[in-house]
């Protein structure tokens, strides 16, 4: 049974940082690229980064750049998302999910429950 569970979500100040992990469980980790999605109260779900199988090339979104690394431990089958200088605009459930949204490609089929990110004041 394939199981992606996510954790660190929480409530942090403008500037501040926050690490989300994902659990995987029940398919062979490292045969599949990774990404972060996220969605916003009322908007679109949006793309965040995403990392291919062995971990070496990563890929993230324009509004992310120098600001979050996502990053991935095959040994333990979890997937990562360092966030720094987290803005207002990153409120927003983030999922982790299998398959790769490099090139808009948006091909995901297994999704984790999502974990909350709030950044206010």
């Known amino acids: 049974q394939v199981q992606l569970a996510e954790s660190g979500g929480n409530l942090v100040p403008p500037g501040g940082s926050l690490r989300l992990s994902c659990a995987v469980s029940?398919?062979?980790?490292?045969?599949?690229?990774m990404s972060w999605v996220r969605q916003a109260p009322g908007k679109e779900l949006e793309w965040v980064a995403s990392?291919?199988?062995?971990?070496?090339?990563?890929y993230d979104t324009i509004g992310v750049k120098g600001r979050f690394t996502i990053s991935r431990d095959n040994a333990k089958n979890a997937l990562y998302l360092q966030m720094n200088s987290l803005k207002s605009e990153d409120t927003a459930v983030y999922y982790c999910?299998?398959?790769?949204?490099?090139?808009?490609?948006?091909?995901?089929?297994?999704w984790g429950q999502g974990t909350q990110v709030t950044v206010s004041s």
């Open positions: 999910v299998r398959g790769s949204g490099v090139g808009g490609a948006g091909c995901y089929d297994r």
């Open positions: 029940g398919f062979t980790f490292d045969n599949y690229y």
């Open positions: 990392i291919d199988p062995d971990g070496i090339n990563t």
